[in-house]
């Protein structure tokens, strides 16, 4: 029975890895980090990275934006929409 590698196959790259090479994951991983939904896209240009562009999406319930305008206006989301006749026609004194 053979002892298991502690070591992951790519660690030894990892420790060869030049300088700017580390700052680049550095700044991959940092982007990544709190990435929920979205995509990291990298530029490459002659083997080297020079641009990295990062899409977010976010996705929204509406049940819960209507429950927080009801929050913050007191009162029922769909008042605001509902037509108000008092205020549509106009009176004559």
């Known amino acids: 029975m053979s002892a ?3 070591f992951h196959p790519l660690d030894h790259r990892l420790a060869s890895l030049e300088p700017r090479e580390v700052k680049w ?11 929920r939904f979205g995509s990291l896209h ?9 641009q990295v562009e990062r899409t977010e999406k976010h996705r929204y319930d ?9 929050e913050d206006k007191g ?16 009176t004559r004194k």
């Open 75 to 90: 009162g029922s989301p769909d008042a605001s929409i509902q037509h108000n006749p008092s205020k549509a026609t106009k």
């Open 42 to 50: 990298l530029v490459v240009h002659e083997g080297c990275i020079v």
């Open 25 to 35: 994951l550095c700044l991959l991983i940092e982007h990544l980090h709190d990435l």
């Open 4 to 6: 298991a590698n502690p």
């Open 62 to 70: 509406m049940n819960a934006a209507i429950s927080l305008l009801k």
